[in-house]
């Protein structure tokens, strides 16, 4: 069992303030991933949470026991740090011992917690080296296998894989996932990479200065972003924002009309939405196809495709000088200056209104109801 | 070929003067001492300067002074380094919590390095340590205590006092410094594996200064071997030979009884001392620079 509550916990460094009114859930065997721009307080929540921080205001609740005030040693938390730091003097072994030993458990309990640690993570034969005599992805895995055999209730992870090479980021991501798996924990994962956050976490929580902006599953956060933040911080490349106005309301939607000319109804709820009111249109590149030029009213002039082999990239230009981002298919074959057309799936496209927050979706109001 | 050769060979004679000139600087005062040493030479009974081979090594190693100004030497160097390395481990950890005013106190913990030897000999002597009126006679009679006559009672360890207060700030430094580079994350991590501050000390901390403190004594050692001011200027070696140590019973063959000779020869027991210390010291560090 390991719930944890944070409510309304609050950090300042003198006057700044990094953390305003932080308010989450986490459930017991949860995968929770905080993302979120650099310097928006993913690291200051996590230590917080373990406790290698003071809050300024505020709780944190693990299985309704406040733990606010409580030393990091006693919070039943383990942390993985980004440097890894493992005790550079102490062989492998001991590394994944110490915690063990300072908690005075016997010989032999130790023994067998750090041997089942070291098979899990394939350590075996490390157990005698120093970390300098270990590679990346091995010093990762150590700091991962110290954590596993204190038992905690939760594992706390600051950017684990942020050090690893791309092809043992994928590994490690891999492993992290199996892990999460075999050991039914509780994880709470700091990182950048998107990639990481939209493959483990059963939830995501996306931060921006010191704010939750929204809590959800990778894939509602992908089909609902709550804002503007959200839609353009998720998903690789990002979405593309063309400012518009609306033109009519109707039950089946807004109707609004692109700088460019373009009319698009999309199907959302029209409640909060007045005609002639300023709004963005956001669209995944996913969600546009390129057609040829004359069938098509929404013309635009391709700038630079990226060809990944099975993807490519393309960044046109509309008419009015927007940019958009589209995935087309690996062997796509446009050239640079061609003007092409352009189809905007509506059910695929969101409005956000003038503050930047997205109008629900009728699909999704109907839902709710 | 031709040019690279001919670099090599210029190369060669523009350094010979440098090179040529430190080989000088060693030899010519070996050698003299070593000549010396091998010689008849009193300043007080001139013109008598025959050959009488390793007699003045005999006269030094079985001179009253000689097993005193041993066990003194050791025991000075032992003793300092035992006070500045421990004490200095302790307070470089204490200040390097955060605290208000901690610059102005690394200064001041730093500073009685900046003194001159001798100064510092003296301020012990007529400030801190005199009998009468010593700074230590006042905080005794204060509690009502017998005040101490520190040069007669216990001379050397007043000596060692002295020493380790001169040294202390060196250690200090060296290790704040190393601190300073010990890894956060570590510490960290070692909090939440559930470490207290001594666990942390002894698990951590120590492990991380075992090279700085390798090198402090390595440095300290080389030069306590040679105290001489600090002995000079406070009890001259007295009472008896109570606070001679080798450096000191050079000096005092040399110009208290002009024997050039014997001093030599001590000079050079001494150099082979420091060097048997230095074979060591440098084993014990290169051990510890290797081992990280
Ligand atoms: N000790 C400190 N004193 C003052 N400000 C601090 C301190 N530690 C962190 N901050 C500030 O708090 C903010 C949040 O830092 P934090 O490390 O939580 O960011 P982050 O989201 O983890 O960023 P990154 O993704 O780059 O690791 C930053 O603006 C940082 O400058
Ligand atoms: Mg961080």
New interface residues.
């Given amino acids: 069992m390991a719930d944890l509550t944070i409510k309304n916990l609050r950090k300042s460094y003198g006057e700044t303030e990094i953390l305003k009114g932080i308010n989450l859930d986490i459930k017991d065997h949860e995968f929770v991933v905080f993302v979120g721009p650099s310097g928006c307080g993913k690291s200051t929540l996590l230590r917080s949470i ?3 921080e003071e809050v300024s205001s505020g709780e944190i609740f693990l299985n309704d026991k406040e733990i606010t005030e409580l ?3 006693k919070r039943d ?3 993985v ?3 890894y ?6 062989s492998v072994r001991k590394n994944m011992s ?2 063990l030993e ?2 005075g458990q016997d010989k032999e309990t130790i023994n067998s917690k750090v041997d089942e640690a070291a098979r899990i993570l394939e350590l075996g034969p490390l157990l005698d080296r120093k970390p ?1 005599d270990l590679s990346g992805g091995q010093r990762q895995r150590v700091a991962i296998g ?1 954590s596993i055999v ?1 038992h905690p209730e939760i594992f706390l992870f600051d950017e684990p894989l942020s050090n690893l090479d791309a092809a043992l980021r994928v590994q490690m991501r891999l492993e992290l996932a199996r892990l999460h798996q075999d050991l039914n924990a509780t994880m709470i994962y700091v990182t950048h990479d998107q990639v990481e956050a939209m493959t483990l976490a059963d939830k995501v929580v996306v931060l921006n200065q010191g704010r939750i902006e929204q809590v959800g599953s990778p894939m509602e956060l992908y089909h609902h972003p709550v804002n503007e933040f959200v839609a353009g911080f998720l998903g690789m490349p990002k979405m593309s924002f063309l400012p518009g106005k609306v033109k009519s309301v109707s039950a089946s939607g807004v109707t609004a009309e692109l700088t460019s000319g373009y009319e698009i109804e999309v199907p959302v709820s029209s409640d909060s939405i007045q005609p002639g009111s300023d709004v963005n249109i956001g669209v995944r590149p996913e969600h546009v196809i390129i057609t040829d030029k004359n069938s098509s009213k929404f013309q635009a002039i391709l700038d630079v495709a990226e060809h990944l082999g099975s993807d490519t990239y393309c960044y046109v230009k509309t008419l009015d000088k927007q940019m958009i981002t589209i995935r087309t298919p690996g062997d796509f074959l446009g050239t640079f200056g061609e003007t092409i057309g352009l189809n905007l799936d509506p059910l695929q496209c969101h409005l956000f209104d003038t503050n930047g927050k997205a109008v629900p979706r009728l699909s999704r109001a109907a839902e709710v109801a | 070929m031709g040019i690279a050769k001919q670099n090599a060979r210029m190369s060669r004679y523009m350094v010979s003067p440098s090179v040529l000139l430190l080989l000088l600087w060693m030899i010519v005062p070996l050698s003299m001492t070593i000549y010396f040493s091998l010689i008849r030479y009193n300043l007080l009974y001139p013109g008598e300067n025959e050959f009488i081979g390793l007699e003045n090594f005999e006269y030094f190693l079985t001179d009253e002074g000689f097993g005193p100004g041993m066990s003194n030497t050791l025991l000075l160097v032992g003793s300092v380094l035992l006070i500045t390395v421990v004490l200095g481990v302790l307070i470089s950890v204490l200040v390097n919590q955060a605290f208000w005013g901690q610059g102005i106190v690394r200064v001041l913990l730093i500073s009685p390095f900046f003194i001159m030897p001798t100064v510092n000999a003296l301020v012990w002597k007529n400030l801190l340590l005199d009998p009468v009126a010593g700074v230590f006679t006042a905080v005794w009679t204060f509690f009502g205590a017998q005040p101490i006559d520190w040069f007669t009672d216990y001379p050397l360890f007043s000596i060692i006092m002295i020493v380790s207060w001169q040294w202390l700030p060196f250690a200090i430094l060296l290790l704040m410094t190393a601190l300073q580079s010990l890894d956060q994350e570590q510490q960290e991590a070692a909090r939440l594996d559930g470490a207290g501050p001594i666990a942390l000390f002894r698990y951590l901390t120590l492990p991380h200064l075992a090279r700085p403190i390798a090198v402090v004594v390595m440095i300290e050692t080389i030069f306590l071997l040679s105290i001489f001011a600090e002995i000079f200027t406070t009890t001259g070696g007295g009472p008896g030979y109570e606070t001679t140590n080798l450096a000191y019973l050079i000096y005092s063959q040399a110009l208290l009884q002009f024997d050039v000779g014997l001093a030599s020869a001590g000079g050079l027991i001494a150099v082979i001392l420091a060097n048997v210390a230095a074979f060591f010291l440098v084993r014990l560090v290169g051990k510890s620079l290797t081992d990280k």
């Fill in positions: 373990a406790g290698l030393a990091p040693a938390l383990a942390m740090f980004q440097s730091a493992l005790y550079p003097h102490m110490f915690a300072l908690a300098k110290r204190r």
